[in-house]
């Protein structure tokens, strides 16, 4: 300092002493409190940290014990919070002592997490999120969607006048909280296209337009939900959407995708099962598990098709044992995933990296699928003989006639020989749909179940019994350990998922986009609700309808319909706003309608209703509607020839289009069908 002082020029020596003599002034004057510390907002771990621990740390620090790195396991707080040699992963409340903050804010790349190598890495929003999270404890919280739901109050509104229902309390509170307004009401032109294309699959007629905009009675909108909902055309509208999930097809698959011609009456019976609304919850124990109710019905038998969709593999030198074990594993994810929203199936060769199920667990499962006769054979037995209905009739006619020309020929009449030979040669030449089915093994025959090594069915591990995961709530009391404890299991109240599963797929249909807009995926990889509130308040009335609802009973799938549509919400314009561009672009707090296209089958059946060519028959086999010739091609040994249908078989609707998995229907297949 004394050198500075004698080599400086006397301005800077001036300079200098004026600035300590500030700097004296300043230590001497009495210092102002700061200002107190702005309080952060509460971090919420299902919303904020879930999903950051979920996509960038669970696959190496998980529950797959496999494929877990340092012993680290991140998706339990005991585990995550309790002492190591290296010090604790996470210090609740000490961010700059937890190992896990260290590591993610680490100068060196070698040191820092994610690894460089990984394909993951934080943003420095991700690390601050984490670094608030810890500060206030590092709090955990299940994840919502494996808690199971209960009704919540209604929020409370400024704008009261719009709410006609309590789906509108939970959309407007939303729309509020983000400063904007619903979208005025549609016009009644617009509302009885939207409802008729969403309820049944057709637009309304002129007549019927008319007749509506020209209703002025408070409950004319009423009445018309009432009469599409009654409609046999609803069942054929909201069947696409189940045989879809149910994996439906008019072949095999596979190699070369033999026709199976004979699966019809399955999707018949699920569009019967939509127009009587038959209870979600004995729609879902007949198609898993119809034939071991007590004296099952020949419907209850039809039902359990359901996993006679799976694909089999008839080629020369193939494994049957291979195949019928990829069956039961496909009847495993597709349970899980149509009925839980889980992707169940990454569990088959290594425990889930995300989600609580370990490999053991799913063969647990597996083996409450192990029991069923059927072993990809090409008579895809067992099967159940099913008459059409014109075949029935004649049937009963043949059999009248037959007995009335014998008892004549037994009264001594002469001639009649001929003509009872004729009729029993028609009666044998009748020949019912062989359905495949599902049919438990007798008790003997019991298959042994095995974990398969890496999903490799000539690699056995330990043996498992049937069972449920050990992260939801166990069978109902007394329930058997098969299809049929598992089915009551999926719709018993205790189950988290299935409710929410089923009434964000309809809300879906209705709106383009689920609240849950990964409808597969419930698990932690799967997005947030954007209305949770709304999401739980659907799924508890649809298992418990509250007084006066429009859900006359548990699970009744028309109710549920008819609430979403009678709602304000549902009945907005389409009409997008600057305001609403701007602070929703995509719409997922629902200020307005959602522009929507129409799926394959409905340019199909819209074509052919605005053009008066459609056939409004209902059931039967599949048809072959006209179409280019030399599109149907199999790879090797497949029946390559479409029969072009005549009469009205060719204007059908497009849910009976003959339908192979290798070829499609072009026209539908154009636009994504």
Not at 3 to 15: I, T
């Amino acid at each position: 300092m004394d050198r500075w002082l004698r080599m400086a020029p006397p301005w800077a020596l001036a300079a200098g002493l004026a600035i300590a003599s500030a700097t004296l002034a300043m230590a001497s004057a009495p210092r102002r409190p700061a200002p107190p510390r702005r309080a952060e907002a509460p971090v919420d771990f299902n919303r904020d940290v879930r999903p950051i621990l979920s996509a960038n740390c669970f696959p190496c620090h998980g529950p797959d014990a496999e494929a877990r790195q340092a012993g680290l396991r991140l998706d339990r707080r005991e585990e995550a919070t309790r002492a190591r040699p290296t010090g604790r992963a996470i210090v609740p409340g000490k961010p700059e002592q937890s190992r896990v903050y260290v590591r993610i804010t680490a100068a060196n790349p070698a040191r820092r997490m994610p690894p460089a190598g990984s394909g993951h890495a934080l943003t420095p929003r991700d690390v601050e999120v984490l670094r608030r999270w810890i500060a206030q404890g590092a709090p955990y919280a299940e994840h919502w969607a494996f808690v199971p739901p209960k009704r919540p109050p209604l929020p409370r509104v400024r704008t009261r006048g719009w709410v006609r229902h309590p789906i509108d309390a939970f959309v407007l509170a939303r729309l509020e909280q983000a400063g904007m307004r619903p979208a005025p009401e549609a016009d009644r032109y617009t509302l009885i296209r939207r409802v008729s294309l969403d309820l049944t699959g057709l637009p309304p007629t002129p007549e019927e337009v008319e007749a509506f905009v020209r209703d002025r009675r408070p409950d004319a909108y009423e009445r018309v939900v009432d009469r599409l909902l009654a409609s046999p055309h609803f069942g054929e509208r909201w069947a696409r959407m189940w045989l879809d999930l149910a994996r439906y097809a008019d072949s095999a698959g596979l190699g070369s995708d033999p026709l199976r011609p004979n699966l019809w009456p399955y999707r018949d019976w699920v569009i019967a099962a939509f127009n009587r609304n038959l209870p979600y919850d004995q729609f879902t124990i007949e198609q898993i598990a119809g034939d071991l109710l007590p004296n099952p019905t020949e419907e209850q038998l039809v039902a359990t098709a359901f996993h006679r969709n799976t694909m089999t593999n008839t080629e020369g030198g193939t494994d049957d044992e291979e195949w019928r074990v990829a069956a039961v594993k496909d009847r495993v994810a597709t349970t899980m995933q149509v009925w839980m929203g889980l992707t169940f199936g990454c569990a088959q060769c290594h425990s889930h990296k995300y989600d609580p199920i370990s490999q053991r667990e799913y063969y647990q499962v597996f083996a409450i699928f192990n029991q069923t006769e059927d072993h990809d054979q090409p008579d895809e037995r067992p099967t159940l003989p099913l008459l059409k209905p014109e075949q029935r009739a004649r049937q009963e006619q043949l059999r009248a006639e037959i007995a009335e020309l014998e008892r004549r020929i037994a009264a001594g009449e002469m001639g009649l020989t001929a003509q009872l030979e004729q009729r029993k040669k028609e009666l044998a030449e009748i020949k019912p749909v062989p359905l495949p089915i599902m049919r438990e093994l007798p008790a003997e025959k019991q298959r042994p179940t095995h974990v398969l090594v890496k999903g490799n069915f000539l690699v056995k591990g330990e043996a498992v019994a049937p069972a449920v995961p050990a992260a939801f709530h166990p069978l109902p009391p007394g329930a058997p350990r098969n299809r049929l404890g598992l089915a009551r299991w999926l719709v018993s109240r205790d189950n988290p998922l299935t409710a929410r599963v089923a009434v964000n797929r309809f809300w879906a249909q209705l709106f383009g986009t689920g609240l849950v807009e990964t409808e597969e995926d419930f698990g932690t990889q799967g997005t947030l609700p954007t209305h949770p509130e709304l999401l739980d308040w659907l799924a508890v009335e649809f298992m418990e309808p509250s007084p006066g609802s429009w859900v006359r009973r548990p699970w009744d799938v028309k109710g549920l319909l008819k609430t979403i549509v009678m709602s304000a919400t549902y009945r907005q314009s389409s009409r997008i706003t600057a305001e609403h561009l701007a602070k929703d672009p995509r719409n997922r707090l629902l200020g307005r309608y959602p522009r929507r296209r129409l799926d394959a089958e409905g340019v199909r059946d819209q074509a052919l209703a605005l053009s008066g060519l459609l056939s409004r028959k209902i059931g039967g086999p599949s048809v072959f509607p006209p179409q280019p010739e030399g599109l149907w091609r199999a790879a090797f040994n497949g029946q390559r020839t479409w029969p072009t249908s005549t009469g009205e078989d060719r204007y059908r609707r497009g849910i009976y289009t003959f339908w192979r998995r290798t070829v499609t229907y072009q026209s539908m297949e154009t636009f994504d069908g």
